[in-house]
Nanobody
């Protein structure tokens, strides 16, 4: 099993930047991928970015060129650097990790972008 704890959410003005971090503990050596999703109340959770073992990444079209996902294997963390933020980026951001056919989730951290 893996436990995930996010940090770094908050309030930022449109055009600003914010960095989210997620610390993993437990069976971290079995993790295949880590990533970020986000969810707005009343809507489905959507994929934001994923980084796989080996470093390959995937981004949702809505965040390409603005967000960067990175992973520090030594510290067992995954980060999401968010720039040029828009009000539509407002959501609760969830970290996740996949291993042994299961996906684990953090508790979420809220991000609010004011116009």
């Amino acid at each position: 099993q893996v436990q995930l704890v996010e940090s770094g959410g908050g309030l930022v003005q449109a055009g600003g930047s914010l960095r989210l971090s997620c610390a993993a503990s437990g069976s971290v050596f079995s993790i295949n991928f880590m990533g970020w999703h986000r969810q707005v109340p009343g809507k489905q959770r959507e994929l934001v970015a994923v980084i796989r073992n080996g470093g390959s990444t995937y981004y949702a079209d809505s965040v390409k060129g603005r967000f960067t996902v990175s992973r520090d294997n030594a510290k067992n963390t995954v980060s999401l650097q968010m720039s040029s933020l828009k009000p539509e980026d407002t959501a609760v951001y969830y970290c996740n990790a996949g291993l042994d056919g299961r996906v684990y989730w953090g508790q979420g951290t809220p991000v609010t972008v004011s116009s």
